[in-house]
Protein backbone atom coordinates (compact mmCIF):
# COMPACT_ATOMS: atom_id res chain seq x y z
CA UNK A 1 0.00 0.00 0.00
CA UNK A 2 1.09 3.17 -1.10
CA UNK A 3 1.36 4.90 2.85
CA UNK A 4 3.48 2.53 3.82
CA UNK A 5 6.15 3.99 1.84
CA UNK A 6 5.84 7.22 4.22
CA UNK A 7 7.03 4.73 7.25
CA UNK A 8 9.64 6.69 8.74
CA UNK A 9 13.18 5.66 9.03
CA UNK A 10 13.80 4.61 12.89
CA UNK A 11 17.58 4.13 12.76
CA UNK A 12 20.29 6.81 12.65
CA UNK A 13 20.63 9.95 14.68
CA UNK A 14 17.71 11.21 14.62
CA UNK A 15 16.32 8.31 16.76
CA UNK A 16 17.12 9.68 20.04
CA UNK A 17 14.91 12.89 19.80
CA UNK A 18 11.42 11.61 18.94
CA UNK A 19 9.75 15.37 19.30
CA UNK A 20 11.38 18.70 18.55
CA UNK A 21 10.20 21.88 18.37
CA UNK A 22 11.87 25.12 18.07
CA UNK A 23 10.17 28.83 17.96
CA UNK A 24 6.81 27.13 18.61
CA UNK A 25 4.08 29.57 18.70
CA UNK A 26 0.33 29.68 18.72
CA UNK A 27 -2.53 31.83 19.32
CA UNK A 28 -6.13 30.28 19.90
CA UNK A 29 -8.90 33.09 19.10
CA UNK A 30 -5.99 36.10 18.47
CA UNK A 31 -4.78 35.65 21.79
CA UNK A 32 -1.49 34.13 21.97
CA UNK A 33 -0.77 31.43 24.13
CA UNK A 34 2.49 30.03 23.55
CA UNK A 35 5.21 32.16 22.69
CA UNK A 36 7.54 31.23 20.79
CA UNK A 37 8.95 27.43 22.94
CA UNK A 38 12.19 25.18 21.96
CA UNK A 39 11.39 21.67 23.39
CA UNK A 40 13.07 18.20 22.92
CA UNK A 41 11.34 15.75 23.82
CA UNK A 42 13.95 12.25 24.35
CA UNK A 43 13.05 8.81 22.52
CA UNK A 44 12.62 6.10 24.66
CA UNK A 45 11.23 8.08 27.68
CA UNK A 46 8.36 8.88 29.38
CA UNK A 47 7.93 12.58 29.66
CA UNK A 48 5.30 14.57 31.91
CA UNK A 49 4.67 18.30 31.36
CA UNK A 50 2.71 19.95 34.44
CA UNK A 51 2.37 23.59 35.12
CA UNK A 52 -0.42 25.70 36.93
CA UNK A 53 -3.91 26.16 34.78
CA UNK A 54 -3.23 28.12 31.51
CA UNK A 55 0.24 27.74 31.30
CA UNK A 56 -0.21 26.00 27.99
CA UNK A 57 0.34 22.58 28.65
CA UNK A 58 -2.29 20.93 26.32
CA UNK A 59 -1.76 23.80 23.58
CA UNK A 60 1.81 22.61 23.73
CA UNK A 61 0.42 18.67 23.48
CA UNK A 62 -1.46 19.46 20.82
CA UNK A 63 0.64 21.75 18.47
CA UNK A 64 3.23 18.79 18.74
CA UNK A 65 0.55 16.35 18.06
CA UNK A 66 0.13 18.88 14.90
CA UNK A 67 -3.74 18.86 16.01
CA UNK A 68 -3.30 23.04 16.37
CA UNK A 69 -2.65 25.82 13.42
CA UNK A 70 1.42 26.93 14.92
CA UNK A 71 4.02 28.79 13.82
CA UNK A 72 7.80 27.36 14.20
CA UNK A 73 9.10 24.08 13.33
CA UNK A 74 7.89 20.90 14.56
CA UNK A 75 10.01 17.25 13.77
CA UNK A 76 8.66 13.58 14.58
CA UNK A 77 11.43 11.34 14.45
CA UNK A 78 13.26 13.89 12.94
CA UNK A 79 11.37 14.48 10.07
CA UNK A 80 9.23 17.63 9.50
CA UNK A 81 5.80 17.54 10.60
CA UNK A 82 3.86 19.69 8.01
CA UNK A 83 5.59 17.83 5.27
CA UNK A 84 4.44 14.24 6.92
CA UNK A 85 0.91 12.85 5.20
CA UNK A 86 -1.67 12.89 8.17
CA UNK A 87 -1.65 9.56 7.73
CA UNK A 88 1.83 8.53 8.22
CA UNK A 89 2.22 10.62 11.37
CA UNK A 90 -1.30 9.34 12.92
CA UNK A 91 0.77 6.14 12.57
CA UNK A 92 4.26 7.24 14.46
CA UNK A 93 2.20 9.44 16.93
CA UNK A 94 -0.80 8.45 18.58
CA UNK A 95 -3.16 11.01 20.64
CA UNK A 96 -5.70 10.42 24.10
CA UNK A 97 -7.21 13.69 24.24
CA UNK A 98 -9.38 15.56 27.25
CA UNK A 99 -12.72 14.15 27.89
CA UNK A 100 -14.49 14.79 24.45
CA UNK A 101 -16.05 11.54 23.81
CA UNK A 102 -19.74 11.80 22.81
CA UNK A 103 -19.82 8.33 20.73
CA UNK A 104 -21.79 6.70 23.35
CA UNK A 105 -23.81 4.12 20.82
CA UNK A 106 -20.51 2.47 19.70
CA UNK A 107 -18.95 -0.42 20.89
CA UNK A 108 -16.01 -1.03 23.11
CA UNK A 109 -14.95 -3.06 20.36
CA UNK A 110 -15.22 -0.49 17.70
CA UNK A 111 -14.22 2.18 19.30
CA UNK A 112 -10.78 0.31 19.85
CA UNK A 113 -10.79 -0.44 16.42
CA UNK A 114 -10.93 3.19 15.56
CA UNK A 115 -7.49 3.12 16.64
CA UNK A 116 -6.57 1.04 13.74
CA UNK A 117 -7.82 3.34 10.67
CA UNK A 118 -4.16 4.63 10.28
CA UNK A 119 -3.43 1.24 9.14
CA UNK A 120 -6.34 0.12 7.05
CA UNK A 121 -8.29 1.77 4.08
CA UNK A 122 -11.39 2.71 4.54
CA UNK A 123 -13.01 -0.27 2.86
CA UNK A 124 -11.19 -2.38 3.87
CA UNK A 125 -11.77 -5.25 6.42
CA UNK A 126 -9.93 -5.73 9.18
CA UNK A 127 -6.81 -7.60 9.58
CA UNK A 128 -5.48 -10.60 12.49
CA UNK A 129 -3.05 -7.61 13.29
CA UNK A 130 -5.91 -5.31 13.28
CA UNK A 131 -7.64 -7.83 15.55
CA UNK A 132 -4.49 -8.90 17.57
CA UNK A 133 -3.67 -5.03 18.29
CA UNK A 134 -7.25 -4.18 19.70
CA UNK A 135 -7.57 -7.33 22.06
CA UNK A 136 -3.78 -6.35 23.25
CA UNK A 137 -4.95 -3.34 23.88
CA UNK A 138 -8.32 -3.73 25.28
CA UNK A 139 -6.81 -6.14 27.77
CA UNK A 140 -3.92 -4.22 28.87
CA UNK A 141 -6.34 -1.78 30.07
CA UNK A 142 -8.53 -4.05 31.64
CA UNK A 143 -11.58 -3.09 29.28
CA UNK A 144 -11.94 -6.34 27.21
CA UNK A 145 -14.71 -7.83 29.34
CA UNK A 146 -16.85 -5.01 27.92
CA UNK A 147 -15.66 -5.07 24.59
CA UNK A 148 -19.62 -5.87 23.13
CA UNK A 149 -20.96 -2.96 25.96
CA UNK A 150 -21.86 0.40 24.42
CA UNK A 151 -19.68 2.75 25.72
CA UNK A 152 -22.49 5.01 26.74
CA UNK A 153 -23.25 2.32 29.37
CA UNK A 154 -19.72 2.56 30.90
CA UNK A 155 -18.66 4.92 33.72
CA UNK A 156 -16.95 7.65 32.89
CA UNK A 157 -13.65 5.88 34.48
CA UNK A 158 -14.24 3.03 32.38
CA UNK A 159 -15.01 5.09 29.48
CA UNK A 160 -11.45 6.69 30.13
CA UNK A 161 -9.69 3.18 30.00
CA UNK A 162 -11.82 1.99 26.49
CA UNK A 163 -10.08 6.11 25.22
CA UNK A 164 -6.76 4.38 26.44
CA UNK A 165 -7.01 1.26 24.77
CA UNK A 166 -7.96 3.07 21.43
CA UNK A 167 -4.88 5.42 21.76
CA UNK A 168 -2.81 1.52 22.27
CA UNK A 169 -4.08 0.16 19.36
CA UNK A 170 -2.44 2.55 17.12
CA UNK A 171 0.91 0.95 18.24
CA UNK A 172 2.39 4.47 17.58
CA UNK A 173 6.16 4.79 18.59
CA UNK A 174 4.67 8.28 20.10
CA UNK A 175 2.20 8.25 22.74
CA UNK A 176 0.56 11.98 23.66
CA UNK A 177 -1.49 11.57 26.48
CA UNK A 178 -3.71 15.16 27.44
CA UNK A 179 -4.86 14.24 31.37
CA UNK A 180 -5.08 10.38 30.56
CA UNK A 181 -5.85 9.93 34.58
CA UNK A 182 -8.92 11.94 34.58
CA UNK A 183 -11.77 9.49 36.23
CA UNK A 184 -9.69 7.19 36.90
CA UNK A 185 -9.66 5.47 40.65
CA UNK A 186 -6.20 4.92 42.35
CA UNK A 187 -5.52 1.16 41.71
CA UNK A 188 -5.99 2.13 37.61
CA UNK A 189 -3.98 5.16 38.38
CA UNK A 190 -1.44 2.32 39.11
CA UNK A 191 -2.59 0.20 36.47
CA UNK A 192 -1.78 2.84 34.37
CA UNK A 193 1.51 4.12 35.55
CA UNK A 194 2.60 0.14 35.48
CA UNK A 195 1.37 0.23 31.42
CA UNK A 196 3.35 3.49 30.80
CA UNK A 197 6.44 2.08 32.24
CA UNK A 198 5.85 -1.01 30.20
CA UNK A 199 5.37 0.81 27.08
CA UNK A 200 8.72 2.31 27.36
CA UNK A 201 10.78 -0.27 28.21
CA UNK A 202 9.68 -1.48 24.82
CA UNK A 203 11.44 1.69 23.78
CA UNK A 204 8.47 3.99 22.72
CA UNK A 205 7.85 7.72 23.61
CA UNK A 206 5.36 8.66 26.01
CA UNK A 207 4.58 12.34 26.62
CA UNK A 208 1.67 13.18 29.12
CA UNK A 209 0.07 16.26 30.91
CA UNK A 210 -0.75 15.41 34.21
CA UNK A 211 -2.52 17.61 37.06
CA UNK A 212 -1.43 15.51 39.93
CA UNK A 213 2.00 17.06 40.31
CA UNK A 214 2.74 13.01 42.68
CA UNK A 215 1.98 10.75 39.44
CA UNK A 216 4.12 13.44 37.40
CA UNK A 217 7.33 13.02 39.30
CA UNK A 218 6.88 9.57 38.45
CA UNK A 219 8.15 10.33 34.80
CA UNK A 220 12.11 10.33 33.76
CA UNK A 221 11.37 13.93 32.46
CA UNK A 222 9.74 16.76 33.52
CA UNK A 223 8.49 19.65 31.38
CA UNK A 224 7.82 22.37 34.02
CA UNK A 225 5.42 25.50 32.07
CA UNK A 226 4.38 28.87 33.47
CA UNK A 227 2.43 31.53 31.01
CA UNK A 228 3.18 29.85 27.81
CA UNK A 229 6.39 29.46 28.47
CA UNK A 230 8.41 26.73 29.56
CA UNK A 231 10.44 27.66 33.17
CA UNK A 232 12.21 24.28 33.34
CA UNK A 233 13.05 21.01 31.72
CA UNK A 234 14.68 18.18 33.52
CA UNK A 235 14.98 15.03 35.16
CA UNK A 236 12.31 14.02 37.41
CA UNK A 237 14.37 13.16 40.39
CA UNK A 238 16.23 16.18 40.89
CA UNK A 239 16.00 19.08 42.74
CA UNK A 240 16.35 21.64 40.58
CA UNK A 241 13.35 20.52 38.79
CA UNK A 242 11.49 19.77 42.36
CA UNK A 243 12.35 23.66 42.81
CA UNK A 244 11.03 24.46 39.59
CA UNK A 245 7.80 23.23 40.25
CA UNK A 246 7.23 24.67 43.20
CA UNK A 247 8.23 28.21 41.87
CA UNK A 248 5.44 28.03 39.20
CA UNK A 249 2.91 27.11 41.67
CA UNK A 250 3.81 30.00 43.90
CA UNK A 251 5.37 27.77 46.51
CA UNK A 252 1.95 26.89 47.50
CA UNK A 253 3.16 22.76 46.53
CA UNK A 254 6.18 21.21 48.06
CA UNK A 255 7.44 18.34 46.77
CA UNK A 256 8.78 15.59 49.70
CA UNK A 257 10.81 12.00 49.77
CA UNK A 258 8.16 9.49 51.28
CA UNK A 259 8.60 5.65 50.61
CA UNK A 260 10.92 5.87 48.23
CA UNK A 261 8.89 8.33 45.88
CA UNK A 262 7.91 12.13 45.34
CA UNK A 263 5.26 13.70 46.91
CA UNK A 264 3.66 17.20 46.04
CA UNK A 265 1.60 18.24 48.89
CA UNK A 266 0.06 21.47 49.64
CA UNK A 267 2.76 22.99 51.52
CA UNK A 268 0.39 25.60 54.05
CA UNK A 269 -0.49 22.52 55.81
CA UNK B 1 -21.09 -8.98 12.36
CA UNK B 2 -23.32 -6.95 14.39
CA UNK B 3 -25.82 -9.87 15.08
CA UNK B 4 -28.63 -7.54 16.73
CA UNK B 5 -28.01 -4.75 13.23
CA UNK B 6 -28.48 -7.53 11.16
CA UNK B 7 -31.72 -9.07 12.79
CA UNK B 8 -33.34 -5.59 13.04
CA UNK B 9 -32.72 -5.07 8.69
CA UNK B 10 -34.22 -8.42 8.37
CA UNK B 11 -37.04 -7.44 9.98
CA UNK B 12 -37.28 -3.89 8.67
CA UNK B 13 -36.97 -5.96 5.24
CA UNK B 14 -39.64 -8.33 6.10
CA UNK B 15 -41.88 -5.32 7.07
CA UNK B 16 -41.12 -3.22 3.70
CA UNK B 17 -42.77 -6.46 1.83
CA UNK B 18 -45.97 -6.86 4.45
CA UNK B 19 -46.27 -2.78 3.63
CA UNK B 20 -45.85 -2.95 0.02
CA UNK B 21 -48.81 -5.51 -0.32
CA UNK B 22 -50.75 -3.91 1.73
CA UNK B 23 -49.91 -0.27 0.23
CA UNK B 24 -50.90 -2.15 -3.65
CA UNK B 25 -54.53 -3.59 -1.76
CA UNK B 26 -55.44 0.03 -0.15
CA UNK B 27 -56.96 2.83 -2.06
CA UNK B 28 -59.92 4.79 -2.57
CA UNK B 29 -62.78 2.40 -1.05
CA UNK B 30 -60.64 1.07 1.95
CA UNK B 31 -59.10 -2.36 1.50
CA UNK B 32 -59.52 -3.76 -1.62
CA UNK B 33 -58.94 -7.40 -2.78
CA UNK B 34 -57.18 -6.40 -5.96
CA UNK B 35 -54.47 -9.23 -6.02
CA UNK B 36 -57.16 -11.78 -6.34
CA UNK B 37 -58.46 -10.81 -10.02
CA UNK B 38 -54.96 -10.56 -10.58
CA UNK B 39 -53.88 -13.72 -9.86
CA UNK B 40 -56.68 -15.76 -10.77
CA UNK B 41 -56.64 -16.57 -14.36
CA UNK B 42 -60.42 -17.26 -14.87
CA UNK B 43 -61.21 -14.07 -13.15
CA UNK B 44 -63.34 -11.14 -15.51
CA UNK B 45 -60.89 -10.11 -18.18
CA UNK B 46 -61.78 -6.81 -18.03
CA UNK B 47 -62.06 -6.48 -14.10
CA UNK B 48 -58.38 -8.08 -14.41
CA UNK B 49 -56.82 -5.30 -16.60
CA UNK B 50 -58.12 -2.87 -14.76
CA UNK B 51 -56.70 -4.14 -11.37
CA UNK B 52 -53.73 -4.41 -12.83
CA UNK B 53 -53.71 -1.21 -14.49
CA UNK B 54 -54.85 0.58 -10.92
CA UNK B 55 -51.73 -1.66 -9.23
CA UNK B 56 -48.80 -1.25 -11.78
CA UNK B 57 -49.47 2.29 -12.89
CA UNK B 58 -50.54 3.74 -9.58
CA UNK B 59 -50.82 1.72 -6.23
CA UNK B 60 -47.34 0.36 -7.01
CA UNK B 61 -45.00 3.12 -7.96
CA UNK B 62 -46.27 5.20 -5.39
CA UNK B 63 -46.09 2.48 -2.60
CA UNK B 64 -42.50 2.18 -4.01
CA UNK B 65 -41.72 5.91 -3.84
CA UNK B 66 -42.97 6.01 -0.79
CA UNK B 67 -40.66 3.62 0.35
CA UNK B 68 -37.57 5.31 -1.52
CA UNK B 69 -38.52 8.63 -0.39
CA UNK B 70 -38.60 7.53 3.07
CA UNK B 71 -35.42 5.68 2.62
CA UNK B 72 -33.52 8.57 1.21
CA UNK B 73 -34.95 10.97 4.67
CA UNK B 74 -33.60 8.38 6.56
CA UNK B 75 -30.72 8.49 5.19
CA UNK B 76 -29.97 11.75 5.53
CA UNK B 77 -31.05 12.01 8.65
CA UNK B 78 -28.51 9.80 9.87
CA UNK B 79 -25.85 11.46 8.18
CA UNK B 80 -27.16 14.64 9.37
CA UNK B 81 -26.68 13.75 13.25
CA UNK B 82 -23.39 12.16 12.42
CA UNK B 83 -22.16 15.04 11.04
CA UNK B 84 -23.00 17.86 13.46
CA UNK B 85 -22.79 15.04 16.18
CA UNK B 86 -26.68 16.42 17.67
CA UNK B 87 -29.08 14.15 17.98
CA UNK B 88 -31.40 17.18 16.83
CA UNK B 89 -30.26 17.20 13.66
CA UNK B 90 -32.81 16.17 11.04
CA UNK B 91 -32.46 16.43 6.57
CA UNK B 92 -33.83 19.75 5.78
CA UNK B 93 -31.10 21.60 8.60
CA UNK B 94 -29.01 23.00 5.86
CA UNK B 95 -31.66 25.20 4.63
CA UNK B 96 -32.80 22.39 1.95
CA UNK B 97 -36.22 22.24 3.06
CA UNK B 98 -37.15 26.30 2.21
CA UNK B 99 -35.07 26.39 -0.59
CA UNK B 100 -37.09 23.74 -2.20
CA UNK B 101 -40.49 25.54 -0.81
CA UNK B 102 -39.39 29.01 -2.73
CA UNK B 103 -38.30 26.83 -5.84
CA UNK B 104 -41.85 25.60 -5.80
CA UNK B 105 -43.64 28.73 -5.29
CA UNK B 106 -41.63 30.42 -8.29
CA UNK B 107 -42.49 27.76 -10.31
CA UNK B 108 -46.44 28.06 -9.79
CA UNK B 109 -45.71 31.71 -9.67
CA UNK B 110 -44.78 30.96 -13.52
CA UNK B 111 -46.97 28.66 -14.20
CA UNK B 112 -50.30 30.23 -13.39
CA UNK B 113 -53.66 28.34 -12.78
CA UNK B 114 -52.39 25.17 -14.18
CA UNK B 115 -50.41 24.23 -11.54
CA UNK B 116 -54.13 24.50 -9.46
CA UNK B 117 -54.54 20.98 -10.63
CA UNK B 118 -52.45 19.67 -8.22
CA UNK B 119 -54.23 20.73 -5.25
CA UNK B 120 -57.08 19.70 -6.43
CA UNK B 121 -54.88 15.96 -6.88
CA UNK B 122 -54.52 16.11 -2.81
CA UNK B 123 -58.17 16.64 -2.20
CA UNK B 124 -59.72 13.48 -4.37
CA UNK B 125 -57.98 10.84 -4.55
CA UNK B 126 -60.56 9.01 -6.02
CA UNK B 127 -59.98 10.85 -9.47
CA UNK B 128 -56.38 10.59 -8.86
CA UNK B 129 -55.69 8.85 -12.64
CA UNK B 130 -57.58 11.29 -14.87
CA UNK B 131 -55.48 13.98 -13.08
CA UNK B 132 -52.19 12.14 -13.29
CA UNK B 133 -51.43 12.24 -16.83
CA UNK B 134 -52.85 15.53 -17.23
CA UNK B 135 -50.39 17.09 -14.86
CA UNK B 136 -47.44 15.55 -15.97
CA UNK B 137 -45.61 18.45 -17.62
CA UNK B 138 -46.35 20.68 -14.59
CA UNK B 139 -45.20 17.71 -12.05
CA UNK B 140 -42.04 17.95 -13.96
CA UNK B 141 -41.58 21.40 -13.64
CA UNK B 142 -42.52 21.87 -10.31
CA UNK B 143 -40.05 18.51 -8.98
CA UNK B 144 -37.27 20.14 -11.16
CA UNK B 145 -37.98 23.30 -9.29
CA UNK B 146 -37.90 21.92 -6.02
CA UNK B 147 -34.43 20.08 -6.36
CA UNK B 148 -33.10 23.04 -8.18
CA UNK B 149 -34.43 25.33 -5.19
CA UNK B 150 -33.17 22.75 -2.41
CA UNK B 151 -29.04 22.80 -3.67
CA UNK B 152 -29.03 26.50 -4.14
CA UNK B 153 -30.03 26.73 -0.68
CA UNK B 154 -27.26 24.37 0.10
CA UNK B 155 -24.83 26.06 -1.59
CA UNK B 156 -25.88 29.38 -0.22
CA UNK B 157 -25.73 27.78 3.28
CA UNK B 158 -21.73 26.52 2.18
CA UNK B 159 -20.88 30.00 0.72
CA UNK B 160 -22.43 31.61 3.77
CA UNK B 161 -20.96 29.77 6.49
CA UNK B 162 -17.66 29.77 4.21
CA UNK B 163 -16.95 26.22 4.09
CA UNK B 164 -18.10 23.12 6.46
CA UNK B 165 -14.68 23.50 9.18
CA UNK B 166 -17.14 24.90 11.95
CA UNK B 167 -20.45 23.03 12.16
CA UNK B 168 -21.90 25.38 14.15
CA UNK B 169 -21.07 28.12 11.83
CA UNK B 170 -22.86 25.80 9.30
CA UNK B 171 -25.93 25.14 11.11
CA UNK B 172 -26.62 28.74 12.06
CA UNK B 173 -25.96 30.07 8.30
CA UNK B 174 -28.56 27.12 7.54
CA UNK B 175 -30.95 28.59 10.08
CA UNK B 176 -30.64 31.89 8.40
CA UNK B 177 -31.18 30.35 4.88
CA UNK B 178 -34.25 28.77 6.36
CA UNK B 179 -35.51 32.25 7.65
CA UNK B 180 -34.99 34.35 5.20
CA UNK B 181 -35.90 32.28 1.82
CA UNK B 182 -39.29 30.86 4.06
CA UNK B 183 -39.99 34.67 4.08
CA UNK B 184 -39.23 35.01 0.47
CA UNK B 185 -41.62 31.88 -0.35
CA UNK B 186 -44.24 33.65 1.67
CA UNK B 187 -43.91 37.18 -0.62
CA UNK B 188 -44.00 35.44 -3.34
CA UNK B 189 -47.19 33.35 -2.41
CA UNK B 190 -48.91 36.89 -1.40
CA UNK B 191 -48.81 37.69 -5.25
CA UNK B 192 -50.18 34.50 -6.38
CA UNK B 193 -52.78 33.17 -3.70
CA UNK B 194 -54.01 30.92 -6.16
CA UNK B 195 -50.97 28.72 -5.80
CA UNK B 196 -51.62 28.69 -1.99
CA UNK B 197 -53.27 25.42 -2.40
CA UNK B 198 -50.95 23.61 -4.17
CA UNK B 199 -48.13 24.93 -2.32
CA UNK B 200 -50.05 23.71 0.75
CA UNK B 201 -49.92 19.98 -0.56
CA UNK B 202 -45.98 20.61 -0.92
CA UNK B 203 -45.09 21.83 2.31
CA UNK B 204 -47.42 19.10 3.69
CA UNK B 205 -45.52 15.95 2.21
CA UNK B 206 -47.82 13.76 -0.34
CA UNK B 207 -46.55 10.48 -2.26
CA UNK B 208 -49.30 10.69 -5.00
CA UNK B 209 -47.13 11.83 -7.62
CA UNK B 210 -44.56 9.34 -7.41
CA UNK B 211 -44.41 7.34 -10.54
CA UNK B 212 -42.01 4.42 -11.84
CA UNK B 213 -39.35 7.41 -13.14
CA UNK B 214 -39.17 8.95 -9.50
CA UNK B 215 -39.05 5.39 -7.80
CA UNK B 216 -35.99 4.84 -10.17
CA UNK B 217 -34.41 7.85 -9.79
CA UNK B 218 -34.67 8.17 -5.73
CA UNK B 219 -33.58 4.19 -5.89
CA UNK B 220 -30.00 5.47 -7.59
CA UNK B 221 -29.47 8.29 -5.63
CA UNK B 222 -30.45 6.31 -2.31
CA UNK B 223 -28.09 3.41 -3.19
CA UNK B 224 -25.42 6.24 -4.39
CA UNK B 225 -25.73 7.68 -0.82
CA UNK B 226 -25.80 4.76 1.27
CA UNK B 227 -22.97 3.53 -1.09
CA UNK B 228 -20.69 6.73 -0.23
CA UNK B 229 -22.20 6.77 3.68
CA UNK B 230 -21.10 3.03 4.14
CA UNK B 231 -17.43 3.79 2.86
CA UNK B 232 -17.02 6.89 5.16
CA UNK B 233 -19.29 4.94 7.95
CA UNK B 234 -15.86 3.91 10.12
CA UNK B 235 -14.96 8.10 9.78
CA UNK B 236 -18.47 8.96 11.48
CA UNK B 237 -17.67 6.41 13.90
CA UNK B 238 -14.37 8.09 14.61
CA UNK B 239 -15.94 12.14 14.48
CA UNK B 240 -17.90 11.00 17.06
CA UNK B 241 -15.08 10.69 19.32
CA UNK B 242 -14.02 14.33 19.02
CA UNK B 243 -12.93 16.13 16.40
CA UNK B 244 -9.06 16.42 17.63
CA UNK B 245 -9.26 12.34 18.10
CA UNK B 246 -10.40 12.26 14.59
CA UNK B 247 -7.73 14.34 12.83
CA UNK B 248 -4.97 12.72 15.18
CA UNK B 249 -5.73 9.16 13.42
CA UNK B 250 -5.02 10.86 10.34
CA UNK B 251 -8.86 11.92 8.65
CA UNK B 252 -8.84 14.26 6.19
CA UNK B 253 -12.01 15.62 8.68
CA UNK B 254 -12.60 18.81 6.07
CA UNK B 255 -13.00 16.76 3.15
CA UNK B 256 -14.66 13.93 4.64
CA UNK B 257 -17.20 16.40 5.81
CA UNK B 258 -17.88 17.78 2.61
CA UNK B 259 -18.62 14.51 1.13
CA UNK B 260 -21.33 13.78 3.74
CA UNK B 261 -23.03 17.50 3.17
CA UNK B 262 -23.15 16.56 -0.49
CA UNK B 263 -25.04 13.34 0.47
CA UNK B 264 -27.23 14.94 2.79
CA UNK B 265 -28.06 17.76 -0.06
CA UNK B 266 -28.42 15.63 -2.84
CA UNK B 267 -30.32 12.42 -0.82
CA UNK B 268 -33.00 15.48 0.54
CA UNK B 269 -33.28 17.37 -2.39
CA UNK B 270 -34.51 14.69 -4.42
CA UNK B 271 -36.74 13.25 -2.35
CA UNK B 272 -38.17 16.83 -0.96
CA UNK B 273 -38.42 17.12 -5.28
CA UNK B 274 -40.69 13.82 -5.56
CA UNK B 275 -42.57 14.01 -2.33
CA UNK B 276 -42.77 17.47 -0.75
CA UNK B 277 -41.52 18.58 2.95
CA UNK B 278 -42.04 15.43 4.80
CA UNK B 279 -41.86 15.63 8.10
CA UNK B 280 -40.22 14.21 11.14
CA UNK B 281 -39.46 10.85 9.26
CA UNK B 282 -35.50 11.78 8.96
CA UNK B 283 -35.21 13.58 12.69
CA UNK B 284 -36.71 10.07 14.04
CA UNK B 285 -35.71 7.25 11.92
CA UNK B 286 -32.43 7.24 13.70
CA UNK B 287 -33.90 7.79 16.97
CA UNK B 288 -36.05 4.41 16.29
CA UNK B 289 -32.96 2.58 15.25
CA UNK B 290 -30.78 3.35 18.50
CA UNK B 291 -33.81 2.65 20.94
CA UNK B 292 -33.13 -0.97 19.03
CA UNK B 293 -29.82 -1.74 18.72
CA UNK B 294 -26.37 0.25 19.59
CA UNK B 295 -24.57 0.33 16.39
CA UNK B 296 -21.82 2.52 14.98
CA UNK B 297 -22.60 4.23 11.95
CA UNK B 298 -22.08 1.93 8.74
CA UNK B 299 -24.99 -0.03 10.47
CA UNK B 300 -26.94 3.29 11.82
CA UNK B 301 -27.05 4.40 8.52
CA UNK B 302 -28.45 1.49 6.80
CA UNK B 303 -31.02 0.58 9.33
CA UNK B 304 -32.04 4.35 9.75
CA UNK B 305 -32.33 4.38 5.74
CA UNK B 306 -35.13 1.19 6.29
CA UNK B 307 -36.79 2.83 9.38
CA UNK B 308 -37.63 5.45 7.34
CA UNK B 309 -39.01 3.49 4.05
CA UNK B 310 -40.45 1.91 6.61
CA UNK B 311 -42.13 4.64 8.47
CA UNK B 312 -43.03 6.71 4.96
CA UNK B 313 -44.51 3.28 3.60
CA UNK B 314 -46.76 2.75 6.54
CA UNK B 315 -47.94 6.64 7.00
CA UNK B 316 -48.82 6.43 3.29
CA UNK B 317 -51.24 3.20 3.92
CA UNK B 318 -53.06 5.01 6.64
CA UNK B 319 -52.86 8.23 4.97
CA UNK B 320 -55.23 6.59 2.35
CA UNK B 321 -56.96 3.80 4.33
CA UNK B 322 -57.92 6.37 7.28
CA UNK B 323 -60.43 8.52 5.66
CA UNK B 324 -60.99 6.83 3.12
CA UNK B 325 -62.18 8.12 0.07
CA UNK B 326 -60.79 11.07 1.13
CA UNK B 327 -57.10 10.57 1.59
CA UNK B 328 -54.81 12.60 4.53
CA UNK B 329 -51.97 14.36 3.51
CA UNK B 330 -48.88 11.73 4.22
CA UNK B 331 -46.74 14.35 6.13
CA UNK B 332 -49.56 15.13 8.77
CA UNK B 333 -49.70 11.34 9.76
CA UNK B 334 -45.82 11.00 9.65
CA UNK B 335 -45.59 14.29 12.02
CA UNK B 336 -48.22 12.78 14.40
CA UNK B 337 -47.36 8.80 14.53
CA UNK B 338 -43.67 9.70 14.48
CA UNK B 339 -44.03 12.15 17.33
CA UNK B 340 -46.06 9.96 19.16
CA UNK B 341 -43.40 6.82 19.35
CA UNK B 342 -40.97 9.28 20.39
CA UNK B 343 -42.81 10.70 23.26
CA UNK B 344 -43.61 7.10 24.45
CA UNK B 345 -40.13 6.41 23.77
CA UNK B 346 -39.28 9.25 25.70
CA UNK B 347 -41.26 8.30 28.46
CA UNK B 348 -39.95 4.27 28.30
CA UNK B 349 -36.65 5.50 29.04
CA UNK B 350 -37.35 8.25 31.88
CA UNK B 351 -39.15 5.50 33.79
CA UNK B 352 -36.28 2.78 33.15
CA UNK B 353 -33.87 5.35 34.51
CA UNK B 354 -35.67 6.21 37.37
CA UNK B 355 -36.02 2.95 38.19
CA UNK B 356 -32.72 2.35 38.10
Redesign the interface.
Known amino acids: MQWRKGLLDMSGPTASVALLAQQLKVSLAGRPVLHGLDISIAAGQWTSIVGPNGAGKSTVL?AL?G?LPSAGYVALLGQPLHSL???????H???L?QN????????VW??AM??R??HQS??GATSPADHAAVEQALRATQAWDWRER?L?QLSAGERQRV?LA?ALA?QAQVLLMDEPLANLDPPHQADWLELVRALVKQGRTVVSVLHEISMALHADTMVVMAQGRIAHHGPCADAQTHRAVEQVFDQRLAIHALAGQWVALPSNI | MNTPALRLAVVLLLLSAALTLLGVCVGSAGFEDLLGPLLQRQADAEQSALAAQIVWDIRLPRTLGAWTAGALLGLAGAVAQGLF?NPLADPYLLGSASGAALGVALALLAMGGAAGMLGGMMMSAGNTFSVYSGSLLVRLGLTGAAFVGAMLAVLLTLVLSRGVQHTLRLLLAGVVVGVVLGAATQLVLLFSPESLQAMQSFMLGSTAFADWAACGLMGVVWLLGVAIAW??G??L??L??????A??????VASIRMALVGVLAIATGTAVAQTGLIAFVGLAAPHLV?SVV???YRW?IVLASLMGAVLLMAADVLARWLIAPQELPVGVVTAVLGGAYLLWLMRRNAVAQGAA
Do not use: F, H, Q, Y
Open positions: KALPARTRALMAWGESTGDDLRDVLGLPWLAGLRV | RALRVDGSLGETTRSLGMPRRTGL
